[in-house]
């Protein structure tokens, strides 16, 4: 028998209504910056035998050591067990975290992996919230909602920091990377289906993402296989197999099955999508996409912005103006949002010539992708350091300059076939 649990032990209030509270410096008692030290959070499975249900232990000195306003290490490790639990179901328990632990009165929680922020507030403290709380927030949620797969479950919480250092790169990273790679090795020909996923019809009530192996959700937390593990979890939940057997064009990625579940989970809203294409039944995109593409014709290439770029582009528009014009759920060609990680896909406007029609992206996001992005166009094209040819702010925000370096450059979209 399983027992649900509704009761969090936590000395203040749990609701979703805290899920947007900001807490400010002055505000804060301590923050946890995995920017700045090391941090993680982790989901483990274990033998049932290794796991104490319910237990949660502090390894390092409590919140209340901590002077007012200082920054330090933490990592937690939710170690769970249970007889249907499988590895792959690891990280989309680990992508709730965030939406757990925001719900917590007084506290903030954002990103993920070994790149979570946290801020916990006067208040909160004052009210006696402390490092094994977190635990006990984490070890409600998971053994609730996912009590199909989980028996037990107990939670780790590290505060210090040596041991925070020893653990973000001798545990979490080397699992993180093994993750990566087994999605890395996989393309959209290896597999028999691919996922939709309508989580963001809350906000855009027609978007549907259609999740392969070589592009992930435009949000960039949702892979094939957190897609593949959340239909597991929940088979009548968002994440729904599309078949891909019915081939209607190649070249632009699109079939018929595809089509069919677009339409139904789009209510219809939408007809058809390609997966490769930008300008010819371009997949929607909803708000969360963490870049977008765009034409620029003068260089007859595409330019891409990433969230957190505030500064032009040589389309002329900044990032929200372009987000302000693709978002919402509808078809717009030519636009396009996407994650950062499709950047370096070989299936990135394979439709339109691949990644060789990128131009242009931010300094910070291009050295993001660098490294795969050249490996990729070195396999496709044979170039060499292909990212020496993209354009930055730091070169050109306008078209016209632009233009100008990627011919000193020898950029291959400048010989390409027009786009338009
Ligand atoms: Fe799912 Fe797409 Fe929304 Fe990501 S952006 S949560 S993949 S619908
Ligand atoms: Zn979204």
Not at 102 to 110: A, Q, R
Not at 116 to 126: E, P, V
Not at 209 to 221: S, Y
Not at 388 to 408: C, Q, R, S, Y
């Amino acid at each position: 028998i399983k027992i649900k649990i509704t009761n969090i032990d936590i000395p203040v209030a749990f609701a979703s209504a805290f899920e947007g509270e900001i807490i400010r410096r002055g505000d804060m008692q301590v923050e946890f910056d995995g920017s700045r030290v090391d941090c993680f959070e982790l989901v483990q499975t274990k033998e049932a035998s290794e796991i104490e249900d319910h237990k949660i232990e502090v390894i390092g000195p409590d919140i209340d050591t901590f002077e007012v306003g200082s920054k330090h290490s933490i990592g937690y490790v939710v170690e769970v067990a249970g007889k249907s639990m499988q590895t792959d179901f690891e990280s989309v328990f680990e992508r709730k975290f965030h939406s757990y632990l925001n719900c917590v009165e007084g506290l903030m929680h954002t990103g993920q992996r070994d790149m979570i922020r946290i801020r916990i507030s006067k208040d909160t403290f004052n009210a006696g919230f402390r490092a094994k709380h977190i635990g006990e927030v984490l070890y409600a949620k998971v053994k609730n909602e996912f009590a199909a797969v989980v028996d037990k479950c107990q939670v780790k919480v590290y505060t210090d920091a040596e041991k925070c250092t020893e653990l973000r790169h001798n545990l979490a990273i080397p699992v993180f990377d093994k993750r990566d790679e087994r999605l890395t090795s996989m393309t959209d020909e290896s597999v028999d289906v691919y996922y939709s996923c309508i989580m963001c019809q809350a906000f855009s009530p027609s978007h549907v993402c259609v999740v392969t192996p070589e592009r992930l959700g435009l949000c960039g937390a949702v892979s094939w296989l957190d897609a593949k593990a959340t239909n597991e979890l929940d088979p009548q939940g968002p994440c729904q197999i599309i078949t891909k057997e019915k081939v209607i064009d190649e070249r632009i990625g699109e079939y018929e099955d595809v089509n069919e579940a677009v339409r139904k989970f789009s209510q219809g809203a939408l007809e058809d999508v390609s997966l490769y294409s930008i300008i010819e039944k371009p997949m929607t995109s909803c708000g969360c996409f963490e870049c977008i593409c765009g034409i620029e014709p003068l260089s007859n290439g595409v330019c891409i912005a990433n969230r957190e770029y505030a500064g032009m582009t040589p389309i002329g528009m900044t990032f929200s103006e372009l987000a302000s014009m693709t978002g919402g759920g509808v078809q717009t060609p030519g636009f396009m949002g996407h994650g950062k990680h499709f950047i370096a896909s070989k299936k990135f406007m394979k439709a339109e010539g691949g990644v060789a029609r990128i131009v242009w992206m931010p300094k910070e996001l291009k050295e993001t992708v660098a490294e795969r992005l050249n490996e990729t166009a070195k396999e496709l094209y044979g170039i060499e350091n292909f990212t020496d040819m993209i354009g930055d702010e730091t070169v050109a925000e306008d078209p016209e300059t632009l233009l100008a370096f990627l011919e000193e450059k020898g950029h291959p979209a400048l010989t390409m076939e027009p786009m338009m």
